[in-house]
């Protein structure tokens, strides 16, 4: 029977988790014909020989020689198999039962969808906010970071800029979903490509939500699905909190720079270091540690110049 649905888990190093995520999918499988494509970049942490040897139902491994990164593997797993349907699945999640089943139900409602996610949520029971606005406007980052957003009421508060202001309660259109769970059609990726390989890690989702957008598809936000999601577990045995924000904001420079005009890119950074700077400012009033806004203020400003001075 032909596989219907490949459900692609990049790994490093990704231990304990790594196996409660595939148990997961044993405990919940879909009920299309499905197989599960391990991705491992260079582990070692010795899952890749359990992993060998293992017997786990439909699990394919594919293996990387060095850490290529989130998109670059996962563009491996595109070009490696056939199904019309693709579950991208971080190793640190666990799939609920019957989630899979009903992004595949919500993916099939309507031709113009190429990808959807689900609901996810910390260990703990509580909300993971996973659909954002994208791109990001001055507006926005003024309106967050100085709290304006208090003075609307809570229910057009989370409307508006989603994210950590709204409830995920209902189904929705989104320009952002986050890329640990979300399930796409091949047909939208031989459309609109894969991952970008100039991302290594953060920052990739973004720039592909935003390409499948501008190229027609909708992005579905799905809450009857669920997902447990540990999070940022590779990040935090490879970087300290330090390192993983330069990362991080190097990737989000990198995806303004490729993305958006060049007059938003400058707005949004002169908007970003003027913020930082004020924080920077508060956190030295109240006595609090500065190494990170030193560190955020000071990348924001190299990154500024860059672009000033770009012809």
């Known amino acids: 029977m032909a596989v219907e649905l490949s459900i692609i888990i990049v790994n490093w190093n990704g231990g304990e988790l790594l196996r409660r995520c595939l148990e997961s999918i044993e405990r919940g499988p879909p009920s299309v014909p499905y197989e599960v494509v391990v991705v491992d970049n260079a582990s070692t942490d010795g899952n890749i020989e359990w992993l060998r040897a293992a017997e786990w139902r439909n699990l394919r491994l594919i293996e990387n020689t060095e850490n290529l990164g989130f998109g670059k593997a996962n563009n491996r797993a ?17 799939v609920r039962p019957g989630a899979i089943d009903t992004l595949i139900a919500t993916l099939k409602s309507d031709e113009r969808i190429g990808a959807c996610g689900p609901r996810l949520v910390n260990p703990d029971g509580s909300l993971q906010p996973s659909v954002w606005r ?17 003075v609307l009421p809570r229910r057009l508060r989370g409307e508006l800029l989603l994210g950590f202001h709204w409830d995920h309660s209902h189904r929705r259109r989104a320009n952002m979903l986050s890329g640990a769970a979300i399930l796409a059609t091949r047909k939208m990726i031989e459309d609109v490509g894969g991952f970008d390989e100039r991302f290594h890690m953060y920052g990739e989702d973004t720039e592909w939500c935003l390409r499948i957008v501008r190229a027609g598809w ?17 990040s935090a045995k490879r970087w300290s909190s330090l390192e993983k924000l330069r990362v991080e904001y190097t ?19 002169c908007t970003g270091y003027a913020l930082t700077r004020m924080q920077h400012i508060f956190r030295r009033l109240q006595r609090r540690s500065l190494d990170e806004t030193e560190l955020v203020s000071k990348l924001y400003f190299d990154e500024l110049k860059r672009n000033l001075w770009a012809k």
């Open 218 to 234: 909708w992005l579905m936000f799905e809450p009857a699905a669920e997902v447990l999601h540990y999070g940022g577990q590779s």
């Open 78 to 94: 595109f070009a490696e198999t056939t199904a019309p349907l693709l579950f991208l699945l971080n190793s640190d999640a666990e």
């Open 251 to 269: 990737a989000f420079f990198r995806y303004q720079k490729f993305c958006l005009s060049r007059r938003l890119a400058v707005a949004n950074l």
């Open 134 to 150: 994208n791109p990001m406007n001055p507006l926005e980052m003024i309106a967050v970071s100085l709290r304006l957003y208090k």
